[in-house]
């Protein structure tokens, strides 16, 4: 983890000071995964982070202007590195992007200091789009924003096969009949 800090000192010595920086702590991102690269070629320089005690080390020593993070984490919280960041660097924008996307979680991280809390589904470039205050219009432009139908589609056959194909299951979760589940995954071929 040392080398992952020190990596982010270079990264710091190296930019100029009108550069926008994010922090991402999420354990499954590198310096080369498409969330990261995203925000490089949009002229931000990024810091990564796999712990929550790299993240605080990073968030107290290098100010970054937004923060994506993740809630489950291998050593440490999400929530304590939210609260962190909103309290010892108010002026950072803090995002929560993760797989366990549901109203507990989101009131929480809300709670905590958290803007907004996306799921891990979404599109990178919306993500970044979301993040960095782009205007709708032009996320829409660049074809970042999928149709309501899709959404819901890509959603229902997410959870579907998370739950190994068992439509009960499946319903139960999606808080659908299980009869109207079948009939849906039918009617758009998903089997």
């Known amino acids: 983890m040392n080398n992952l800090v020190s990596l982010c000192r270079i990264a710091k010595s190296d930019r100029s000071t009108t550069s926008p920086t994010v922090l991402i702590v999420d354990p499954q991102v590198d310096m080369d995964s498409p969330l990261a690269s995203e925000f490089r070629e949009r002229g931000v320089v990024v810091f990564i982070a796999h712990d929550q005690a790299a993240a605080l ?8 202007v937004f923060a994506i993070v993740e809630v489950q984490l291998r050593n440490g919280c ?16 803090v995002f929560v992007s993760t797989d366990y996307c549901d109203l507990k979680v989101t009131v929480c991280a809300v709670k ?7 799921p891990k589904s ?19 432009a660049k074809g970042c924003l999928a149709r309501p139908e899709q959404i819901r589609r890509d959603h229902i056959v ?16 999606l808080s659908m009949h299980r009869r109207s589940l079948q009939r849906y995954l039918d009617q758009h071929g998903v089997n």
């Open 57 to 64: 080390d990073i968030g107290a020593s290098d100010h970054p």
């Open 78 to 93: 999400g929530f304590e590195v939210i609260k962190a960041l909103a309290t010892g660097q108010p002026s950072c924008k």
């Open 112 to 118: 905590f200091g958290a803007l907004d809390v996306f």
């Open 122 to 140: 979404m599109p990178v470039a919306l993500l970044v789009g979301l993040v960095l205050g782009d205007e709708l219009e032009a996320l829409v």
């Open 158 to 173: 997410g959870v579907y096969a998370a739950y190994d194909h068992n439509v009960s299951r499946a319903a139960r979760r």
